[in-house]
């Protein structure tokens, strides 16, 4: 026999996320400092933990977005349940500093950098790999392909 | 019947009266890099997977195992998304 609606209590577990934005070139550091103070927010009023944050600096865009030819790229590693995620994307999907958006759920979070980066935008500098030498670098230079 | 190494790519096979030469299986490129490293974030792995127009290289001439040429098409479409990569390179 089915139980009740009443008595069923859906239950979701923490799970680990991984989000990447982009937000728009004529923003200066402190508002893009503000933009993920304010997505943080979502998370820790929903119980959720931010594991890890990466600026990747004010990159070129591979093609044109919305008129933008250049973007401040942020990732921010979560622990969460689902419900606050599907907020989070919706939140950014109506912001209009945010050009792109994208969220994935990952096995596990990588401690390594791979894009020179720093934790918040403030603390950028231009120019300077921030990040630790990648132990892979070196293998992938011996790859070769001949077609 | 004998086998002899005559280069590096090729095996040359004598039999009685005559002598073959048959391509060997050349192996996976990727067999050092572990799966979760091929992510949309390694631009420098991806790079080299991509023709000069910008397309993915099938497996049948880079010889990735099917694993990882999966993972590899996927982290592509990704940095493609997210404007890290393009999708077409035009020539000037």
């Known amino acids: 026999m089915p139980r009740p609606f009443h008595?069923?209590?859906k239950i979701f577990s923490m799970a680990l996320y991984e989000t990447v934005f982009i937000a728009r070139q004529d923003l200066s550091a402190d508002d893009v400092d503000a933009l993920t103070g304010k997505?943080?927010?979502?998370i820790t009023d929903g119980k959720g933990k931010i594991?890890?944050?990466?600026?990747?600096?004010?990159?070129?865009?591979?093609?044109?977005?919305?008129?933008n030819s250049r973007g401040h790229y942020v990732l921010l590693n979560i622990?969460?349940?689902?419900?606050?995620?599907a907020e989070l994307n919706r939140v950014m999907s109506y912001n209009e500093d945010i050009i792109r958006s994208a969220i994935f759920n990952v096995e596990s979070h990588r401690d390594e950098s791979s894009l020179f980066a720093?934790?918040?935008?403030?603390?950028?500098?231009?120019?300077?790999s921030q990040a630790k030498p990648n132990s892979i670098d070196s293998l992938i230079d011996q790859i070769q392909i001949d077609i | 019947m004998s086998i002899?190494?005559?280069?590096?790519?090729?095996?040359?096979?004598?039999?009685v009266n005559q002598s073959v030469f048959i391509r060997k299986k050349k192996s996976c490129p990727l067999r050092s890099i572990p799966l979760p490293e091929i992510t949309y974030k390694n631009l420098k792995l991806l790079n080299k997977f991509?023709?000069?127009?910008?397309k993915i290289l099938p497996s049948r001439i880079t010889n990735v195992v099917p694993k990882k040429q999966?993972?590899?098409?996927?982290?592509?479409?990704?940095?493609?998304?997210?404007?890290?990569?393009?999708?077409?390179?035009?020539?000037?």
């Open chain 1, 39 to 42: 997505f943080t927010k979502i």
């Open chain 2, 50 to 54: 991509l023709s000069e127009r910008g």
């Open chain 2, 4 to 15: 002899k190494k005559a280069d590096e790519g090729y095996v040359k096979v004598s039999l």
């Open chain 1, 79 to 85: 622990k969460c349940e689902y419900p606050v995620v």
């Open chain 1, 118 to 128: 720093s934790q918040t935008a403030k603390d950028y500098k231009p120019g300077k």
């Open chain 1, 51 to 67: 594991v890890s944050r990466e600026y990747w600096g004010l990159r070129n865009l591979a093609f044109k977005v919305k008129k």
């Open chain 1, 7 to 9: 008595f069923k209590i």
């Open chain 2, 70 to 92: 999966k993972a590899l098409a996927n982290a592509i479409k990704i940095a493609r998304q997210l404007a890290l990569i393009s999708p077409i390179k035009k020539e000037f």
